[in-house]
């Protein structure tokens, strides 16, 4: 499943969504993971509706996005879309929420998560 991260370095979840200039975007399963694409250069100007707008279309593909902050009207736009913003309140180090994420998908994963794996699958299977 893929999995942003906002981060200035790409190593520590450090950025506010509304205001991070990067997402890292991660491929992660539960026995491999991979830094998979970074997205750059999303405007933070302008209106605030439009800026979650671009974020949420930059993200589709993702199950999840952490941040060391979110909104409320952005949480849950990305709610709506079916990404799941956790919020880490301090810094965080990316390899950190990697490995948890990973022994998760180990053991038994919330139905949310399982069905985020799956529709990765079904994506990778259209595109082959």
Same mark, same amino acid.
């Not at 200039?21 to 209106?47: M, R, V």
């Not at 990697?98 to 079904?122: I, T, Y």
């Given at each position: ?27 992660? /399963? @539960?026995?491999? #993971?991979? $830094? ?11 209106? %605030? ?22 909104? /409320? @009207?952005?949480? #849950?736009? $990305? ?11 301090? %810094? ?37």
């Amino acid at each position: 499943m893929k999995v942003a991260f906002t981060s200035s370095s790409g190593e520590i979840i450090d950025q506010h969504f509304g205001q991070c200039q990067d997402f890292h975007i991660w491929e992660i /399963g @539960p026995d491999e #993971a991979h $830094l998979h694409t970074t997205i750059s250069g999303i405007s933070t100007d302008g209106d %605030e509706e439009d800026r979650i707008t671009a974020r949420g279309n930059a993200l589709a593909e993702c199950a999840i996005v952490y941040t060391m902050q979110i909104g /409320g @009207p952005a949480a #849950a736009k $990305l709610v709506a879309r079916k990404i799941h913003p956790m919020k880490t309140n301090t %810094e965080v180090p990316v390899a950190e929420i990697v490995a948890r994420l990973q022994e998760v998908l180990q053991g038994n994963p919330p139905p949310w998560m399982k069905k985020a794996m799956n529709r990765d699958n079904s994506i990778m299977k259209y595109e082959l």
